[in-house]
């Protein structure tokens, strides 16, 4: 297997630009990934990147390389998921990743009920609200909201997952409610909103009596983590745009209230999304058809009244 495991970390490094990035995806030190890559190059007689203390390039060899390494492994990933299926017994590793809030309320909690159920099967889960990319990232199956860009991928849609504007009491106390969604951009009421590198909304879609329109959200506070809003919302800090789901707890407590509500935010879609090489694999599958229904169920009883 040394000279497989050889040539997914030329992949992988590939891929990442980085040694020491590679190295971390495939839980090895980076000193081992470097002794791999000397022992593809060693092999092949030739050099597979220009190395340099602050960069690492392929040659042009690694890039013809490369192209069949991938057709390799895929191969192999396709024959082991075949055996798999003949045996019905599908093993192996599955990296999956999802948003923040969805990975920590929905997902993690079911992990070890799929890993009882299928024990020959290990998973991974990362979690992330920035924009991932699921070949370059090595990732078996990503939780997605919203629309996702790349066209070339397979999407499940689980549900319409309804969002609300919200804000704590004690914000309403000292700032009042507001009485029209222009508030939000006019600097009467300060907004949390959720911005990251390629975020694909940067403005609030919200349902008027003139239809939907968008509004360009002011307030002094911005975060990558949506767990933060929430957090920013209850202690008083401004008024945030979140999924029912993940302040179920909170609206029922009344921690925090719905404002504007006949102007409500448009309901978000939750997503699995996988490339059509990972449906092929056994428990790719088995891992979408355990997770889709349980992930609707929850999201229709966290929905409020």
Request: aromatic content about 8%.
């Amino acid at each position: 297997m040394s000279y497989i495991d050889n040539i997914r970390t030329f992949v992988r490094v590939y891929e990442l630009g980085s040694m020491s990035a590679a190295a971390r995806d495939q839980r090895i030190s980076a000193a081992v990934a470097s002794s791999r890559i000397s022992q593809l190059e060693d092999y092949l007689s030739v050099r597979l990147f220009h190395r340099t203390t602050r960069q690492l390039n392929p040659t042009e060899q690694g890039n013809t390389f490369y192209e069949g390494a991938c057709k390799i492994l895929e191969a192999i990933d396709e024959a082991e998921a075949a055996v798999n299926s003949i045996t019905q017994s599908p093993r192996g590793l599955l990296h999956i990743a999802a948003p923040l809030g969805v990975g920590r309320r929905l997902i993690a909690p079911l992990i070890p009920e799929f890993k009882k159920e299928f024990p020959l099967i290990d998973l991974r889960l990362r979690l992330s609200d920035r924009k991932l990319d699921l070949t370059a990232e090595g990732l078996d199956v990503a939780f997605f909201l919203g629309v996702p860009e790349d066209s070339t991928l397979r999407i499940k849609k689980i549900a319409d997952c309804p969002r609300l504007l919200c804000a704590s009491p004690g914000y309403i106390k000292q700032r009042g409610l507001p009485v029209s969604a222009d508030e939000l951009t006019n600097g009467t009421h300060d907004c949390l909103n959720l911005r990251y590198p390629g975020a694909p909304e940067f403005q609030w879609p919200l349902q008027t009596k003139d239809g939907l329109q968008r509004f360009a959200v002011k307030g002094p506070f911005e975060s990558d983590d949506g767990d933060v809003l929430t957090n920013w919302a209850l202690d008083g800090y401004g008024i945030t745009l979140k999924p029912a789901f993940e302040i179920a707890e909170h609206l029922s407590s009344g921690a925090l209230v719905p404002v504007l509500q006949e102007t409500p935010p448009i309901p978000i879609q939750m997503a699995l999304l996988y490339t059509h090489r990972r449906h092929q694999d056994p428990k790719t599958r088995l891992l979408i058809d355990f997770m889709a229904p349980r992930v609707q169920a929850a999201l229709l009883a966290s929905q409020p009244a």
